[in-house]
């Protein structure tokens, strides 16, 4: 089993910057693939960013502004979060797996969620 807990998200204007972590406990050798995903009030959970073996992926709105890296050393996985927009606004969750998955609910273990919200 693993487990996974979120913190560091916050309320910030417009512009301003946030870092995200991870930390995960357990057997987290078995887990290749960690993402960072977001839900917004009225919409569905997406797929925000995938580190997995070191290839990283991002969703085309947070592509030059968002960075997720992991640190195997200490368990933990990262979004750094720069420029953010009010649209950013969201739970962000991480999730891990043996090899990485389309949806949120299709990933082995699943975080509860930290809140970012971004103001004008």
């Known amino acids: 089993q693993v487990q996974l807990v979120e913190s560091g998200g916050g309320s910030v204007q417009a512009g301003g910057s946030l870092r995200l972590s991870c930390a995960a406990s357990?057997?987290?050798?078995?887990?290749?693939?960690m993402g960072w995903f977001r839900q917004a009030p009225g919409k569905q959970r997406e797929r925000v960013a995938s580190i997995d073996n070191g290839r990283t992926l991002y969703a085309d709105s947070v592509k030059g502004r968002f960075t997720i890296t992991r640190d195997t050393t200490r368990n933990a996985l990262y979004l750094q979060m720069d420029n953010l927009r009010p649209e950013d606004t969201a739970m962000y969750y991480c999730?891990?797996?043996?090899?990485?998955?389309?949806?949120?609910?299709?990933?082995?273990?699943r975080g509860q969620g930290t809140q970012v919200t971004v103001s004008t």
């Open positions: 999730a891990a797996a043996n090899g990485c998955r389309s949806t949120f609910w299709e990933y082995t273990y």
């Open positions: 357990g057997r987290v050798g078995s887990t290749d693939c």
